[in-house]
């Protein structure tokens, strides 16, 4: 690569991955030496918070660098406006390759046709700066459109998942040579191979399903787990404590196919093993992948991004899955970043960041201006060695406006900001609130909303997410005269 090129991007997306579900984050019974090698060779981000707990709005955030209130995408199949500006597309017309295996998930997936709601029709394309598409929103899904789904008829396979050993919650899916993470796999694999021999620089989004539920990891992975299933730790859920939480927590605890609340250890322990078996096939997927960076010699020459858009509740608090929930587990996600001789090796930054920040971060690796509409903060100084980083964000802030179809009646309208020490939840319209003095309480269990103690804490923490919401106003359109 010519020494005043900038660098590839490989970014990496998994779905619905907590933060402390690698080793490097020091998950004990997770075999992620890949990724882990990734962290040692790159920057490892401690704490990193998506800006909505669903799909949809939080890749709308990450692709834009900007607010899901801002951008207009706030629910799971809700389209994108058009004239959202997405990094990729920036980098595109500023002479990237940009391709993309896996989900995308910036408009509804196969939604109904308005003249007939009996149809389906492909999700809509925006202009993303795609020029290479692998689509697969999800391996189920069976619509003609899903290529993975097309490339297991041309081996005359079927998609199949099978109950394991009797369990109501966990299934075994496809073998690892035919499973959807080993095709978006291939297809980044085959497009860095071809990207050895360009004269231009590339991106690849790598947007892979897992560990989004079902929760299905192939069976020769789940059965690692099987023999010692009594050394996984249960949920973090203490009887009682939701009874001064929001009421939405209560039903998710206790209604769904997944109710933390009332299922048994055994079961418990199953699930979490499940959902690090899917980990555990991710890691070894990515492995392939970097392994062909070496290979074809473009290591130092690429940005290696590794995140996921939103975390997994995994029984804690007695839920499952995600929603209007804004604990550890479902809004603070892994981040590493790598660029050998680039970006700083081995450290660990411990600031609080926003996905938002990513869109703004490529731009800068890119050499491109940041236009006017980010918001997000540029994390470049903090990945380069000769970087002044100073401060990066005082708080990190998450919104979700009747974002998914679980809960809707009544729609639930809740925002978060979070300090170093305390987080706050506001459930707009309601009485419910949520307050964590997360220095004495880590594990989230004793709500100080009503707790006098912290009336004053509390009466700040509001007006830090007033300020926050303030911000997530649209910078855009740019003022062009004095009046």
């Known amino acids: 690569m010519p020494a005043d090129q900038p660098p590839n991007v490989l970014w990496i997306c998994t779905d619905q991955q907590r933060w402390d579900t690698l080793g490097c984050y020091g998950a004990a019974h997770i075999d992620t030496p890949h990724l882990d090698a990734l962290a040692s060779d790159g920057v490892r981000f401690e704490r990193t918070y998506c800006q909505s707990p669903v799909c949809t709005p939080s890749r709308a955030s990450m692709l834009t660098g900007r607010y899901p209130r801002t951008t207009?995408?706030?629910?799971?199949?809700?389209?994108?406006?058009?004239?959202?500006?997405?990094?990729?597309?920036?980098?595109a017309t500023s002479g990237y390759r940009c391709g993309l295996a896996g989900k995308l998930h910036l408009s509804p997936t196969n939604p109904e046709d308005e003249t007939d709601a009996t149809a389906r029709e492909p999700a809509r394309r925006l202009d993303d700066g795609y020029g290479t598409v692998h689509w697969s929103p999800m391996p189920g899904d069976d619509s003609p459109d899903n290529q993975y789904?097309?490339?297991?008829?041309?081996r005359g396979e079927s998609f199949e998942r099978t109950p394991f050993e009797g369990s109501s919650y966990v299934e075994t899916s496809m073998p690892?040579?035919?499973?959807?993470?080993?095709?978006?796999?291939d297809r980044a694999i085959e497009y860095v191979?071809?990207?050895?021999?360009?004269?231009?620089?590339?991106?690849?989004?790598?947007?892979?399903?897992?560990?989004?539920?079902?929760?299905?990891?192939?069976?020769?992975?789940?059965?690692?787990?099987?023999?010692?299933?009594?050394?996984?730790?249960?949920?973090?859920?203490?009887?009682?404590?939701?009874?001064?939480?929001?009421?939405?927590?209560?039903?998710?605890?206790?209604?769904?196919?997944?109710?933390?609340?009332?299922?048994?250890?055994d079961e418990h322990r199953l699930v979490r093993a499940a959902y690090y078996a899917m980990i555990d096939f991710v890691d070894d997927q990515v492995g392939r992948l970097l392994a062909e960076l070496d290979a074809t010699g473009q290591r130092e020459d690429t940005l290696v991004v590794f995140t996921s858009d939103h975390g997994e509740m995994l029984g804690d608090h007695g839920i499952y899955k995600k929603g209007p929930y804004f604990y550890e587990p479902a809004v603070r996600v892994p981040l590493l970043v790598s660029q050998p001789g680039t970006v700083r090796e081995g450290a660990v930054v411990d600031d609080l960041v926003e996905l938002a920040d990513l869109a703004p971060?490529?731009?800068?690796?890119?050499?491109?201006?940041?236009?006017?509409?980010?918001?997000?903060?540029?994390?470049?100084?903090?990945?380069?060695?000769d970087g002044d980083a100073g401060a990066h964000r005082d708080s990190v802030y998450c919104e979700f406006y009747d974002a998914s179809q679980r809960h809707t009646d009544p729609p639930v309208h809740a925002t978060m900001a979070r300090t170093d020490r305390y987080k706050l939840v506001a459930h707009h319209g309601t009485d419910d609130g949520e307050l964590y003095d997360l220095d004495a309480d880590p594990a989230e269990r004793q709500n100080r909303w009503g707790d006098p103690e912290y009336a004053e804490a509390k009466t700040r923490l509001l007006g830090t997410l007033a300020d926050r919401m303030a911000g997530t106003v649209d910078p855009l359109p740019e003022r062009t005269g004095d009046w």
């Open 72 to 91: 207009g995408c706030r629910q799971n199949g809700q389209p994108m406006p058009r004239d959202e500006p997405l990094v990729t597309s920036r980098l």
């Open 149 to 154: 789904r097309q490339w297991l008829r041309g």
């Open 176 to 185: 690892p040579d035919s499973h959807q993470t080993t095709w978006c796999t």
């Open 193 to 265: 191979r071809t990207g050895a021999e360009a004269d231009h620089p590339w991106l690849f989004s790598l947007n892979y399903f897992d560990p989004h539920h079902p929760f299905d990891p192939p069976a020769a992975y789940l059965e690692k787990y099987v023999g010692r299933l009594d050394d996984l730790a249960l949920p973090n859920y203490e009887r009682g404590e939701l009874d001064d939480k929001p009421g939405v927590q209560r039903e998710a605890a206790h209604t769904g196919r997944l109710e933390g609340a009332t299922m048994d250890d």
């Open 361 to 385: 971060t490529l731009a800068d690796a890119a050499g491109l201006e940041r236009t006017t509409g980010m918001q997000g903060r540029s994390l470049w100084p903090r990945l380069r060695a």
